[in-house]
């Protein structure tokens, strides 16, 4: 048996219309169809990435503000420095600024749950 790797990501979310909001109107992320209910799946390539409730037996808010403290999750966008200037904008937490790296142009901001999310452009 082989692993071949990642093939979806979900974040665990307090309230999960707000946080598809946020991916929606600041990231410009598209829901997909045929979403499974109280979730929400967007159209994100080569991997899906998904918005859910919290799982049974785990208290999302007990471990704020870093919910994802260890977890790196990267998301690569066509241009990151427009795209943090956009979110800059509107009040949303940088965590990094923007930075030339191994992986193109990238920065971190905090989406409303406290999760640090990466954006970069493919170096």
């Known amino acids: 048996m082989t692993v071949t790797g990642p093939d979806f990501v979900a974040l665990q979310v307090l309230n999960v219309e707000r ?3 946020f991916y929606q ?3 410009g992320l598209e829901r997909a169809p045929g979403t499974p209910p109280g979730v929400v799946l967007f159209a994100t390539q080569p991997i899906p990435f998904a918005i859910r409730p919290p799982l049974p037996g785990v208290d999302v808010e007990s471990i704020r503000p870093n919910p994802g403290a260890g977890v790196a999750l990267w998301m690569q966008a066509d241009d990151s420095q427009a795209l943090h ?5 509107a009040g949303v937490p940088i965590a990094a600024p923007p930075a030339d790296g191994p992986f ?3 920065f971190t901001f905090t989406d409303p749950d406290g999760y640090a999310i990466t954006i970069h ?3």
């Not at 200037?85 to 904008?89: E, G, T």
């Open 104 to 106: 193109g142009r990238a």
């Open 85 to 89: 200037d956009k979110l800059a904008a």
């Open 19 to 21: 946080s598809a909001e």
């Open 121 to 123: 452009d493919r170096a």
């Open 25 to 27: 109107n600041q990231l």
